[in-house]
């Protein structure tokens, strides 16, 4: 009897930390749904009140257009300058002879588009999978006035710099943005291809169970041309805008959020 009674007592037990555990994965995707939500109606704002046009930063100037098929909720942080302040540091920082810039991954041409009206780089090559976000990346080209500086491509190949010219590679910074598919992207044959190149690379090796091995793979891979140097996401000040003085601490913070899912790292890898 006392054993069935504790059998009772456990079933009953497990019953409600199973649905405390579901509750709390369902609440947890609740708030993360309404604080993205929120940020997409702060950067709504934001967009309304800079006439969608980045207003500080390397990139100030540069006209975003209406249609966009990443993420809108960082739209606020990119007119502020805000967005990837690490990756828009290191491309301030190239030194001169590098005249184009490869972009994997190229989303709606922030990069792409945005080094060229910062005439950061004479020219952009655009990698990008999705149909529409190549529509939109040739849209913010015209609109801002450079697309015969830019030339648009889509997926992105195991041996994509094959279709590139050695004279263009050994000139550029390739910058590789892929959500993990830059270690399929990236191996020796491509490290020697732009061995006299920067690369920057968005690290995403917490996707995969192997992704210490993918890593170490990757670093090895570079060792011989590249050295490599770590960017980590650091801190941002909303208090340096007069545009943000009139919200309140929470909508301030949020709009300097990215929605990451943990801290961002990149890589990059400067000749030898």
């Known amino acids: ?42 950067s709504k ?32 942080s990119m007119l502020l300058g805000m967005y ?5 540091s290191s491309l301030r920082d ?23 009206v910062a005439d950061l780089f004479r020219n952009a090559i655009c990698y990008e999978t999705n149909e529409l976000g190549r529509a939109v990346i040739r849209s913010n080209a015209i609109l801002n006035g450079v697309q015969d500086r830019i030339e648009i ?13 050695a004279a263009v590679r050994d000139a550029s910074v390739l910058l590789v943005d892929v959500e993990g598919g830059e270690f399929e992207l990236l191996h020796e ?11 920057l690379v968005e690290l995403h090796e917490w996707f995969f169970e192997d992704g210490a091995e993918k890593l170490s793979r990757l670093m090895l891979d570079s060792a011989s041309t590249h050295s490599a140097t770590t960017l980590t996401m650091g801190a941002r000040d909303p208090s340096a805008f007069p545009e943000l003085h009139g919200f309140n601490d929470n909508d301030r913070w949020l ?14 890898f400067d000749p030898r």
């Open 1 to 42: 009897m006392h054993a069935a009674k504790d059998t009772v007592s456990t079933r009953i037990a497990n019953f409600f930390r199973y649905n405390l555990i579901w509750l709390g994965y369902r609440l947890g995707i609740s708030i993360g749904s309404r604080i993205r939500k929120h940020r997409i109606r702060l």
């Open 45 to 76: 704002r934001l967009d309304h009140a800079f006439d969608a046009t980045v207003r500080y930063g390397p990139f100030a100037g540069l006209r975003l257009g209406p249609a966009n098929v990443w993420n809108s909720a960082d739209r606020g």
């Open 84 to 88: 990837e302040q690490e990756v828009l």
């Open 94 to 116: 190239i030194p001169a002879g590098h005249d184009t810039l490869i972009d994997l991954g190229a989303a709606d041409g922030y990069y792409g588009v945005g080094v060229l």
């Open 153 to 165: 491509r889509g997926m992105a190949e195991k041996h994509f710099h094959e279709a590139i010219p």
């Open 189 to 199: 044959a491509t490290f020697r291809a732009f061995a006299n190149a920067i690369i």
């Open 255 to 268: 709009v300097c959020s990215e929605g990451r899912g943990r801290l961002m790292r990149w890589l990059r």
